[in-house]
């Protein structure tokens, strides 16, 4: 059952992908006289130029090119060339061909461009690889596609063999249910570029096809580096800094690295950008000799490639690392929970006593002397002193008598 699946996608991808460049190949002789070189073909898969001569030549030369790149003349001795399938040229803006017969005036000029609807084929093709070993591509519909126009992806790591020729397994597509990127799992990264061609399909027009070389270890985001340490001491040394290459599925050398240091005061925001420290360096350790144990510090460290074949972009930082003691706010903290305790628990007692309890019951007033003369009486009464005359009395004393 797999192997007949298995078989049906092979052929399936040779269909897609030969069929349009079996188009007929243009060709012009010399104006002089009709070309003995006839019958040109061009096999893509192995980079082979082929043709038939009326006239038996014991040396041909022959040259590919396209806008970008022109391959050196290979010198014959039969009617076939081989070119380096590491020339890489893409075939969708279309490729040349010359033969020349040496000393002579005889050549044929070819050209071949690809069929299809002028402004159908895919547009804005790129590919990131991320987490070692998943790649996403994406790309955007052709301006004059129909809108029924279906696109597929092929790609493949090594343009010398077709055993890994893979179509895409997870389509993303638009709100139309258009594809416009697809997702790999388990890619490996090859010295070599990888292929990658898009084609289309539509009932009303044929569509150009897209194809692309590239080299899958500059479009890749490296992970951070691995096992961050920190080890401070209060000595002039200060702070040594560790870690561990990004995980990469192509290279071991760990030479091929170049490493960004960041380090920020986290402690005081506005002085944060004057304590920023950012190096770079190439091995896999760091003294950081500004160090102040009484800061708190964050640090982060990523990683690019350096003379090797490694991405020469910055990759992911890593994940933020604290180091230092910082300002100590223990005692401030425990002052301001003292404070604020004492506060709430008066302010509590004083409205439940003022709810429940009446001031004057638990704090009665002490009663005062009345004053022995003071005749004062709850309404106001003014006291006036008059001098009175002085009078003298004069007593009388009777006596009766019992008589008998």
């Known amino acids: 059952m797999f192997d007949t699946l298995g078989l049906l996608c092979v052929i399936w991808w040779c269909v897609v992908l030969f069929h349009p460049l ?3 190949i243009q060709c012009m002789g010399s104006e002089e006289q009709e070309s003995p070189i006839t019958n040109v073909k061009m096999n893509w898969r192995k980079m082979e130029l082929s043709w038939e001569s009326s006239k038996n030549f014991s040396k041909y030369k022959c040259v590919i090119r396209n806008s970008v790149t022109r391959s050196v003349p290979e010198e014959v001795n039969s009617s076939l060339c081989r070119f380096p399938v590491q020339l890489y040229m893409p075939l969708h803006k279309g490729v040349s061909f010359i033969i020349e017969v040496p000393d002579t005036n005889i050549s044929k000029h070819c050209t071949f461009i690809p069929g299809g609807m002028n402004g159908s084929a895919i547009e804005n093709f790129s590919c990131v690889i991320y987490n070692i070993s998943l790649m996403n591509c994406t790309w955007q519909p052709g301006r004059d596609a129909p809108g029924d126009t279906q696109y597929f992806l092929y790609w493949q790591n090594s343009r010398n063999t077709y055993d890994d020729a893979m179509e895409c397994e997870l389509y993303i597509k638009d709100e139309n249910g258009r594809n416009t990127g697809c997702m790999f799992q388990n890619v490996r990264i090859e010295p070599e570029k990888a292929y990658f061609l898009v084609s289309g399909s539509s009932k009303d027009a044929l569509i150009q ?11 890749e985001i490296l992970t951070p580096p691995l096992n961050v340490t920190v080890n401070c001491t209060r000595d002039s040394v200060g702070c040594i800094i560790t870690w561990q290459p990004p995980l990469t599925s192509h290279m071991k050398d760990t030479d091929c690295f170049q490493y960004q240091i960041s380090i920020r005061n986290k402690d005081d925001p506005k002085e944060a950008k004057k304590d920023d420290h950012s190096e770079e360096v190439r091995i896999d350790s760091y003294e950081f000799q500004n160090y102040n144990e009484k800061k708190k ?3 982060k460290i990523r990683a690019r490639g350096k003379y090797c074949s490694v991405s020469s972009n910055w990759g992911e930082w890593s994940e933020p690392i604290e180091f230092g003691q910082g300002k100590d706010y223990f005692i401030f903290v425990i002052l301001f929970l003292i404070a604020l305790g004492t506060i709430s628990v008066a302010l509590l007692q004083y409205f439940l006593f003022k709810r429940y309890c009446s001031f004057k019951s638990i704090f009665s007033p002490i009663p005062q002397p009345r004053e022995k ?21 004069t ?5 009766v008598e019992e008589m008998t």
């Open 395 to 399: 007593e009388e004393i009777t006596m």
């Open 209 to 219: 096809l897209y194809d692309e070389y590239i080299q899958l270890y500059k479009i």
């Open 373 to 393: 003369f003071d005749a004062s009486t709850d309404e106001d009464i003014q006291t006036k002193y008059v001098n009175l005359p002085k009078t003298h009395c």
């Open 22 to 24: 079996h188009a007929d």
């Open 297 to 299: 510090y964050i640090l």
